[in-house]
């Protein structure tokens, strides 16, 4: 028998632009019986490259052989696919063939509640016994890190998702803004590509979720930052979430200054 636990609370380019499946494969290859692995349940951050069905099964498979632990951060469902059940997809896979594992869960983000961090902590222990002794080392934790989370945003999540026509619309707006990054994605790859900027951009449109690594190096960073006033992270890495449709073009233009060393339009 399995029991569930939950818990409320409130460069190169390539290298860069891609995830190395094998060193990640590796590392948990060499990882000790009994560790946690973090793994991004979708739209992984910060590389918006997800694994696929086949890898997914892959990485259970290979933690199931080592006995390792997964801890699944669930920050993005519905920004991946659009689709929440889709996205959840991959902690499912788990749940299924792995007698334990973690998943810590946030609305921030789905639900528009990012200033409330409102989440939970799930659990799912291989026998009564066991979760009794995870809830006994969990409530300490709780009282001291936070005692007692608020109210208002649980109020705020129950009111929508118990609701079948207020869930209904909520997961239309998460369909709907998923879309929007696939357009934004594809805009800014077309535009790249139009001023011919040196380098494959595929990249753009392969990654998903709100977030992408550019493959800019940080000298590249450097002058889009002090040239042309786009700030991102020194890693390269932007929000696609925040790019507006109109700021396309002068994005696009400024990525090929930084990359050809200043022959942008702009």
């Not at 920050?75 to 896979?93: E, K, N, P």
């Not at 073009?249 to 942008?264: E, K």
Request: contains cysteine; charged residues 25%; proline residues 5%.
């Amino acid at each position: 028998m399995r029991v569930a636990v939950s818990v409320c609370k409130t460069k190169t380019i390539t290298k860069t632009k891609t995830k190395t499946k094998n060193e990640k494969q590796k590392q948990k290859q060499n990882a000790s019986e009994g560790s946690v692995v973090v793994l991004h349940a979708c739209a992984h951050n910060p590389t918006g490259m997800d694994p696929t069905p086949e890898q997914w099964e892959s990485i259970c498979q290979l933690m199931i052989d080592r006995k390792l632990i997964p801890l699944f951060d669930s920050a993005y469902q519905g920004f991946a696919d659009g689709d929440l059940d889709v996205d959840a997809g991959a902690i499912r896979l788990f749940a299924r063939r792995m007698p334990e594992l973690f998943v810590c869960q946030s609305f921030s983000k789905n639900l528009g509640l990012y200033g409330e961090r409102l989440g939970c902590m799930h659990v799912m222990c291989a026998d009564q016994e066991t979760a009794g002794r995870v809830l006994s080392q969990v409530k300490p934790l709780i009282r001291a890190m936070y005692s007692n989370p608020p109210k208002h945003p649980a109020v705020l999540a129950h009111f929508v998702m118990s609701d079948p026509e207020r869930a209904r619309r909520w997961k239309k707006e998460l369909s709907d803004i998923t879309d929007r990054l696939r357009m934004l994605r594809r805009q800014l790859r077309e535009a790249i590509e139009r001023n011919g900027t040196p380098g494959d951009w595929s990249h753009v449109t392969t990654q998903i979720g709100m977030f992408s690594f550019t493959g800019l190096t940080p000298s590249q960073v450097k002058t889009m930052v002090n040239k042309y006033h786009v700030y991102m992270l020194s890693n390269g890495r932007i929000s696609i979430a925040g790019l507006r449709a109109k700021d396309i073009d002068y994005l696009a233009n400024a990525i090929h200054g930084a990359v050809t060393g200043g022959t942008s339009s702009l």
